[in-house]
């Protein structure tokens, strides 16, 4: 997988950011919601990425393996937030604001971009860590539009072999209704 991304999330401060330094070095840091102070040491060097896998509801247990690469630029300026994450069962939502087309609807190609995401971060995880993944396929159908609110995709593994990934990515409205069914196939290389 290649996901080059030394970006932030918009208007997100990184979850690091000094509030007030504390006693014997430590800094107390606002969490990236706001919601409670962090105590850390001043020699405290976080992953280069961590305030973007924080705001892209990355699980903490996958900040190593993703920690050198972040979840990519397209991610993070799409909006896309993950919920569940394996190899076989991945979800993420994606704000319909900022990602419409000239008429004012979910763009087609916003759709292709959270399918893809869903199916490349998934067959990763299924390829493990000395393998990486290359997406050679990807196709949808859209079956309505949505104006507003928040889209939620779910990529089901269809095929988890040797060499190939394929998932079916299904992304739905707040309601629950399809939008859009897409099917990715990625490649599993060798390092």
Known sequence: MEWPSITSRRGVSPSWVA???GVGGAVLADSLTGASLVIMNSNFTPHAHTAELVAAGVPEEMHEWLSHMGVGALVVKMGIVFGEMSAAHMTATM???GNTQVAGLLHGGAHLVLAETLGSFAAAMHAGPH?????IE???THHRGIKSGLVTGTATAI???RTLATHEVVMTDPEGRK???ARITNMILDN
């Open 19 to 21: 509030a007030e330094t």
């Open 138 to 140: 990807i196709g949808a």
């Open 159 to 161: 095929h988890l072999g």
């Open 95 to 97: 704000p319909v604001e």
């Open 179 to 181: 939008l859009s069914t």
């Open 131 to 135: 393998r990486h993944v290359v997406g």
